[in-house]
């Protein structure tokens, strides 16, 4: 896998301690690491796929993955294909979000659509979300409300 040894590497959104770790799987697996994403860098690994520095990366065609490839790359003492662990985007995934008021959901909208996910607005027969994100704190009773919904037009 010399051609990925030859890519250099960008880490982002890791704590020091997460940071530490990675850069001793870069260094046992002898890659580069670039301590800016810049238009040198090959691959990016991220913490969060919707963050602004993947939604860049992506931009500028570059992979991005997440750390567990290092991990199982270290894991089996030999760098695996990274290509089987390239985050690619979220391909017509619909995206059900609660409880968020209307700037936060502009804001996640536009993040998740980046990815190439689905809002749903609105539940009906054909908007059946396949992920539902609900704001922390969020009512239980309107939460309960929406299983029993969606239960109910799946069973139909």
């Not at 209307?102 to 980046?114: D, G, H, I, N, P």
Request: one cysteine or more.
């Amino acid at each position: 896998n010399s051609q990925t040894t030859e890519m250099p590497l960008h880490l982002s959104g890791f704590n020091q301690e997460t940071k530490e770790k990675l850069i001793e799987y870069l260094v046992s697996f002898e890659l580069k690491l670039d301590e800016n994403l810049t238009f040198n860098t090959d691959v990016l690994i991220c913490e969060n796929v919707l963050s602004q520095k993947c939604r860049i990366a992506k931009i500028l065609n570059k992979k991005v993955v997440l750390k567990k490839w290092l991990e199982e790359s270290a894991l089996r003492n030999r760098l695996l294909n990274i290509n089987d662990f390239e985050f690619l985007a979220l391909h017509s995934l619909k995206i059900y979000f609660m409880g968020f008021d209307a700037f936060q959901l502009e804001t996640l909208k536009s993040s998740v659509q980046f990815v190439g996910a689905e809002v749903i607005k609105t539940l009906d027969e054909s908007n059946i979300p396949e992920i539902v994100v609900i704001k922390e704190n969020y009512d239980i009773a309107k939460i309960k409300d929406f299983v029993n919904k969606i239960t109910e037009k799946i069973s139909k």
